[in-house]
């Protein structure tokens, strides 16, 4: 076998073992995407629905802490004021991470809002607490 062909070998076998090395983080990443993705699809529909109570049961307890339920459906009222009915949510991409034993997940949803006046675009965080996927916070971009 020539010396080019055994380097070769060896930079594939390399690649193989890393990937099997990874490939549990992978699959529970693919896994916890979907789930991301699930909860804050059902967080945007209760925005959409105009169900204030049952969006913030997604919001993390951090969050809540922080701003009382009166306070962010007025928050949300208050958007509606100047740019009419919230008629629709998109996510537009969705990056989830996992670093440390045991595993802290934490994700990051780019979304559009889409109201009768005008759209906003946020870019919200996300953090699995207890095993829910839960909004930390939202910021407009």
């Known amino acids: 076998m020539s010396k080019s062909r055994k380097i070769i070998y060896g930079v594939l076998a390399f690649a193989v073992l890393a990937l ?7 699959i529970e990443g693919r896994k916890q995407k979907k789930a991301v993705d699930a909860a804050f699809a059902a967080y945007s529909n209760a925005l959409v629905a105009g169900d204030y109570t049952a969006a913030f049961q997604f919001c993390g307890d951090e969050f809540k802490r922080s701003v009382p339920l009166a306070a962010f459906s007025e928050k949300q009222r208050e958007v509606q004021t100047g740019l009419g009915t ?4 998109e996510n537009k991409g969705t990056f989830v991470h996992g670093k440390g034993s045991p595993m802290e997940w934490t994700a990051v949803i780019e979304t559009r809002q889409i109201y009768e006046k005008g759209d906003l675009h946020l870019v919200c965080e996300l953090h699995l607490e207890n095993g829910s996927w839960k909004v930390f916070g939202c910021k407009q971009v």
């Open 86 to 89: 919230l008629k629709a949510a």
């Open 20 to 26: 099997a090395l990874n490939a549990p983080g992978i």
